[in-house]
């Protein structure tokens, strides 16, 4: 996902009322290369999940039930990250989550091109879609890699990692699973320490670089602007 100087609030009053609908996410054009469109037609059927008719959560352990572990990724982006996990780690099972739809198309194009197995897609709102969208302790381990900052003060009640969505992350880890967080964006670092010192439902903090966590393509154009990279553990208590 590119970084924009996108600072366009127009949405900001509509139907925002509750703290689950407000928008954490950038919005952009519908802008859809051939490429990803394509990608979506052909793999979306078999590669993106939806909740069922009958409103059933996912039930990741039955989805893939030989895998070694089950990792949820949100805000996958451009999804090269993503890939780029999934074909390193073949025994794990990855599913990714993102809202903006040219970021699917170009994850499943991936899929395609690597012939990736253990990767599944869900195009949705991950504030709409976690708390019924997945069983409860379905994943190991939960990535959040490079989150939309929202610098402006104004901007920071759009914020991910805030309230409770930070509990309700852990009803979907197994006990003691992972939470792994990276951000570029230092006064973000410092704010998601404090919401974490303040939830009962996590311990933990600042880690080293794990060397399993590829560049990401955000990632990649913060550091040329020399921002300085954070990444944070957190266990399920
Ligand atoms: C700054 S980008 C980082 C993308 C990728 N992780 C990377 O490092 O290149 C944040 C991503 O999170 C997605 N996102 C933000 N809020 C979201 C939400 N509520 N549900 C799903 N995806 C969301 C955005 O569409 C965007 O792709």
């Known amino acids: 996902m590119e970084r924009t100087n996108n600072t366009n609030d127009s949405n900001s009053t509509n139907n925002e009322g509750h703290p689950n609908s407000i928008r ?13 469109e394509g990608a979506i037609e052909r793999l979306g059927e078999r590669f993106i999940l939806a909740r069922s008719a009958t409103d059933a959560s996912i039930d990741v352990r039955a989805l893939f039930p030989q895998a070694k572990r089950r990792v949820l990724e949100i805000g996958s982006g451009m999804g090269e990250a993503t890939a780029a996990m999934a074909q390193a780690d073949p025994d794990s099972a990855i599913i990714a989550i993102e809202v903006h739809k040219p970021g699917v198309g170009s994850l499943l194009w991936r899929i395609e091109k690597s012939g990736l197995e253990n990767l599944r897609i869900v195009h949705a709102d991950v504030k709409e ?37 930070i509990p309700l992350l852990s009803t979907k880890l197994i ?52 921002h300085e990279v954070t990444d944070f553990f957190y266990y399920k208590t």
């Open 129 to 165: 879609f976690l708390e019924e969208g997945f069983t409860n302790e379905s994943f190991d381990e939960i990535r959040i890699y490079f989150p939309d900052p929202w610098q402006k003060l104004r901007h920071h009640k759009r914020r991910l990692l805030q309230g409770e969505f």
């Open 24 to 36: 954490t996410y950038k919005l952009r054009g519908a802008r859809i290369t051939p490429a990803q």
């Open 175 to 226: 006990p003691r699973g992972l939470l792994h967080i990276a951000t570029d964006w230092a006064p973000y670092a410092e704010w998601i320490e404090s919401e974490f010192a303040n939830v009962v439902e996590f311990a933990g903090g600042k880690v080293s670089r794990p060397a399993h966590r590829p560049l990401t393509r955000f990632e990649e154009q913060g550091l040329t602007k020399d």
